[in-house]
């Protein structure tokens, strides 16, 4: 279980990298902003400097989780599997905060929250 759990917890950690990405580096473009439900440029280019600190957000748990697996599959299992726990169950936890934010954010939510759920569970029970 902890193969597939760690193909899991790969993956979230990837999809946090590419949020990082969107949030951090590529904010101000139409095609990113537009998907974060911004209004316009001008919002984008106001509400740079929050997407920017949210993404760096993302980037930590998603080097987290990688850290963990590296460490946990380099033979420091109690200190890998407690970080990827733990970086798992905070990009679950931070996609049950956004279904709080309102019914449009539920599809990003799962999307967020999906992969590091099942990495978690497979890897707790491994």
Known sequence: MAVIGSVFVALA??????????????????????????????AADITKPMAYNQ????LFLGLGAAIG???????????????????????????AVLTTT???????????GTLPLIGFVLFAFA
Not at 17 to 23: H, K, T, V
Not at 76 to 86: I, S, Y
Not at 102 to 112: C, D, E, I, S, T
Request: net charge positive.
């Open 13 to 42: 950690a990837l999809l946090h990298g590419y949020i990082f990405l969107m949030e951090s580096v590529w904010w101000t473009r139409p095609s990113t902003w537009k998907r974060f439900g911004v209004a316009d440029q001008a």
């Open 55 to 58: 993404g760096f957000y993302n």
């Open 69 to 95: 697996l590296v460490l946990y599959w380099a033979g420091a299992m109690p200190v890998g599997e407690t970080l990827v726990l733990f970086a798992t169950a905070c990009m679950f936890l931070a996609a």
């Open 102 to 112: 309102g019914r449009g954010y539920l599809k990003p939510a799962l999307v967020q």
